[in-house]
């Protein structure tokens, strides 16, 4: 037998674990710990950020929008109609010599075989059907002038929110015939509302101080709208009519 050759036991412990060491595979990727950083080089994921929010639209001045609740096209703020109010011209009462509503073209055709009746029909109305001639056969409206639900279409007339004879009388009478064409046939501006046939025959061609909507809510929108009609025609006013819509302008809200 040769001859055997003894190691203490600390140092073959040393010698063993040395190898084992030596020869053992690192750790799997998702094996280590979730919290360990990303190896050198390995591009670093950093938490998405929050959205920038994006600017608030500018708002828009106060006299640049309508208030709520207008039921016209065109209408403007109280403060607007204020002003336009005072740089109206002051005049006495017109004459009705020459007068003929026959001077102002209407109903015009608007196209589709619709004129402006059945236009204003269909825009101030819910759920409003019509043939295929345009004419309005069912539908739901609110007179302003009164307040009155209505679901026929003929109890219902489309008002001249400032009347043919009205604006002869402040100005008209020296127009040509293809503005007052414009004038009573007007899409744009709060000149043409449906109303009641009895409210609009009650209103006749009188001008605010002689008549005013029964129904005082709809005072502030009725001042503003015959106001910004008449200075947009350059019409004038006269002094008692100028004092009522005063007096409609101040039942506004702001």
């Given at each position: ?10 140092v ?12 053992s595979d ?61 740089a ?33 029909l269909?825009r ?17 409206w609110k ?8 679901t ?11 009347p ?63 106001t ?27």
């Open positions: 037998m040769g001859r055997q050759i003894r190691v203490p036991g600390a073959l412990v040393a010698l063993l674990l040395a190898a084992a060491t030596g020869c690192p750790a799997a990727p998702d094996g280590g710990d979730p919290k360990a950083s990303a190896p050198a080089g390995s591009p670093s994921i950093a938490a998405p950020k929050s959205p920038k929010s994006p600017d608030a639209p500018d708002s828009p001045g106060g006299d640049a929008k309508p208030a709520g609740g207008d039921v016209l096209p065109g209408m403007v703020t109280t403060a607007v109609a204020r002003t336009q109010l005072a109206l011209q002051v005049a006495p009462v017109g004459t009705m010599a020459g007068y003929s509503r026959d001077k102002f073209t209407h109903w015009a055709q608007q196209g589709n075989k619709c004129d402006t009746r059945e236009v204003v269909k101030d109305g819910t759920g409003v059907t019509q043939d295929a001639e345009c004419k309005a056969v069912s539908g739901n007179s302003l002038y009164d307040g009155v639900a209505v026929d279409a003929g109890k219902m007339d489309i008002d001249h929110m400032v043919l004879a009205e604006g002869w009388r402040s100005g008209a009478a020296g127009w040509d015939s293809a503005r007052r064409k414009a004038f009573a046939n007007d899409l744009t501006h709060p000149q043409l509302l449906a109303v009641t046939a009895a409210s609009n025959r009650s209103k006749g061609d009188q001008s605010p101080d002689l008549w005013q909507p029964p129904d005082k809510a709809s005072w502030c929108q009725y001042g503003r709208a015959w910004t009609v008449k200075s947009t025609y350059g019409l004038t006013v006269t002094e008692p009519e100028k004092k009522m819509l005063t007096t409609m302008l101040d039942t506004c809200a702001s």
